[in-house]
């Protein structure tokens, strides 16, 4: 968000997400109707000249602060100050991600390595990655350093990606782990 002019959409992001860091918004359409929205946040029909229209002004008003009516973007701050103040909170979180490589024994390994280290809950990412990307989608800039170059992101994606069912082994194995 910090480095865009205006965000384009229909989703609660352009009246949730973007006012709180006072980036002016054009929601399209009417999925957000009748919906409260911040100063920032320009309706257009679905209609080329509606929204060139609406990004004019949003451009117009430029990024400035914005009191957003669904907070101040520092919610999460707020939260972890709350779990932070309960004295009894002991609860260990390890986000596995997609460390395991799209592999079921490291998915197992980690799961044990979590239980190892005192982890209470064991967090993956489960996605069907035909659903996140098609055949032209582009790595961000670190998959680019960090994977094959050469390989797109529905490839990487779809290496990465568990199965349904590998899943069902993961709970069993930290239910057994504790």
């Known amino acids: 968000m910090n480095q865009v002019d205006l965000v384009i959409g229909n ?11 006072g980036v002016p918004t054009v929601a399209i359409g009417d999925r957000q109707k009748g919906r409260e929205r911040a100063a920032s946040v320009f309706h257009a029909a679905p ?34 100050d709350i779990i932070a103040a309960i004295p009894d909170f002991k609860m260990l979180l390890k986000k596995a991600g997609v460390n395991h490589d799209g592999s079921l024994d490291k998915a197992v390994a980690l799961v044990d390595a979590a239980a190892q280290a005192g982890a209470d809950i064991v967090k993956f990412q489960t996605f069907s990655a035909k659903a996140l990307a098609g055949l032209s989608a582009k790595k961000a800039d670190y998959q680019q350093r960090t994977t094959d170059a050469g390989e797109g992101q529905l490839a990487m994606l779809e290496r990465l990606e568990l199965p349904h069912t590998a899943h069902h082994i993961l709970i069993e194995r930290a239910r057994e782990r504790g």
């Open 11 to 21: 989703s609660s992001s352009v009246l949730l997400d973007a006012p709180s860091f």
């Open 47 to 80: 209609e080329r000249a509606a929204i060139a229209a609406a990004i004019g002004h949003a451009l117009q008003r430029g990024r400035r602060e914005t009191i957003n009516p669904y907070g101040d973007g520092h919610a999460s701050r707020r939260f972890a």
